[in-house]
């Protein structure tokens, strides 16, 4: 039996999983944690269940990020049961305890694992298949903000201060490129130009979150495409999942990592930026899912900037991929030489595409507010 059998044969063991380790496997496509869908065998039936191994080199205190997840998720099943939803486990994550009844285990070596019920019959998209989808996509991701909009105090903790501090990661990268530790600045001095051509864009938010015109919300803050289940009979947006990064941010974040991840005509990694460009159809799709879940909720300023954050969030990836590019790939997975890179390069393609059309964007954001507000 090979290593990665006998280690989640023993992390099953430690949680209450209520039957036999049958086996398990790699899943999903995340760039962060090492995700595995395990099969527990329960009397007759076999039921798969996710494990995942945070990354705690990224997320420094798992602790405090597994209680900010049982908040929330908790905060949300109460929500759903107050409506009187009978399929609740299918519509928000839901950790498993261990045997000794915490909601992380630490294992032999000192790593961290959690276990969450796996949500069948559904799946998350790493590429968009239709303008539907984008719709319904949106819609889960706006209901989440709103779930989360009356969550009781304390503030959630910030498993990763400064995520989306857009000058911190410019920053970052000037540093990255000047101090060159892999000898990489030479071969990504067009993308490092890009970006010191669009500083002007990166304290926008952080501006207008400073003066008061855009609030402080629970943001998922992560909200790309394949962080939300999609139901394969009803292709409604069923679980908004990878909970590791839910806390204090602008609305406005979650908008823009959906407009970069689910409007691209390509792949995050495509080597032919030909490929790349923001599909207008679906950023329009977008903007209707999401305003008929969070629209009642959003502030002017919030819904003046949708077009805005796209590109936004399109920069600041793109400054993160090539930053892990010049320091040797330290962050991101990687699946091959000069991966980060490309990722960057499509981030950037992404970012002009969006200039060209932003217009058009401001137009259809205008159409849809009204729509809102005649209703
Ligand atoms: P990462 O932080 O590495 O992106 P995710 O939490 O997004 O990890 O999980 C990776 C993939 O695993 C997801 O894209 C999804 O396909 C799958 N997945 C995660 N949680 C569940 C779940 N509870 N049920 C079914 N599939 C899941
Ligand atoms: C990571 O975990 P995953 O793959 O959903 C990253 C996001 C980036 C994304 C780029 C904690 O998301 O911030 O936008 O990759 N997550 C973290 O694809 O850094
Ligand atoms: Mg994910």
């Known amino acids: 039996m090979d290593s990665i059998y006998n280690t989640l044969k023993n992390v099953a063991s430690k949680f209450s999983l209520n039957g036999e380790f049958i086996g398990g496997e790699p899943y999903g496509s995340g760039h962060i944690n090492d995700t595995y869908a395990v099969s527990i065998k329960q009397g007759d039936k076999t039921v798969r269940y996710i494990f995942q ?37 299918r519509r928000t994550l839901t950790l498993i305890p ?19 019920i796996f949500i069948e019959n559904a799946k998350t998209y790493d590429i ?62 067009k993308e490092i130009a890009f970006a010191k051509d669009h500083e002007s864009v990166v304290d926008t938010l952080l501006d207008l ?50 407009v970069r991840t689910a409007t691209n005509t390509g792949a995050e990694d495509e080597r032919d930026l030909s490929k790349i460009s923001m599909d207008i159809d679906m950023f329009e799709a977008l903007t209707l899912g ?42 991101f997975k990687t699946h091959r030489e000069g991966h980060n890179l490309d990722r960057c390069r499509t981030q950037f393609k992404l970012m002009q595409s969006i200039e060209e059309q932003e217009k058009v964007m401001q137009q259809i954001v205008a159409t849809a507010t009204d729509a809102l507000i005649n209703n």
Not at 60 to 85: D, F, G, Y
């Open 53 to 89: 191994r945070i990354n705690h080199e990224i997320f420094k205190n798992p602790v405090a990020l597994v209680e900010n997840i049982a908040r929330v998720t908790r905060h949300i099943h109460n929500k759903l049961q107050q409506t009187n939803t009978t399929d609740i486990d």
């Open 98 to 116: 261990t045997i000794d009844g915490d909601n992380l285990l630490t294992d032999n070596e000192g790593l961290y694992w959690r276990a969450y």
């Open 128 to 189: 968009i298949e239709s303008t539907d989808q984008a719709y319904k996509a949106a819609q889960a991701f706006g209901q989440f903000q709103c779930q989360l909009a009356d969550l009781p105090s304390p503030r959630l903790i910030e498993t990763i201060p400064q995520f989306h501090h857009t000058r911190s990661r410019y920053d970052a990268l000037l540093q990255a490129a000047d101090i060159d530790c892999c000898g990489r600045a030479a071969s990504a001095h």
């Open 209 to 258: 979150q400073a003066s008061g015109d855009l609030p402080e919300r629970i943001t998922h803050n992560d909200t790309k495409l394949n962080n939300v289940m999609i139901d394969d009979d009803t292709g409604e947006g069923i679980c908004v999942i990878d909970l590791d990064t839910v806390m204090p941010g602008l609305a406005l974040y979650d908008f823009g990592d959906m």
């Open 290 to 331: 999401y305003l008929s879940t969070a629209g009642s909720m959003l502030v002017p300023k919030e819904i003046e900037y949708l077009p805005f954050s796209g590109k936004l969030i399109a920069l600041e990836i793109g400054l993160r991929f090539l930053t892990d590019y010049l320091q040797g790939d330290v962050y």
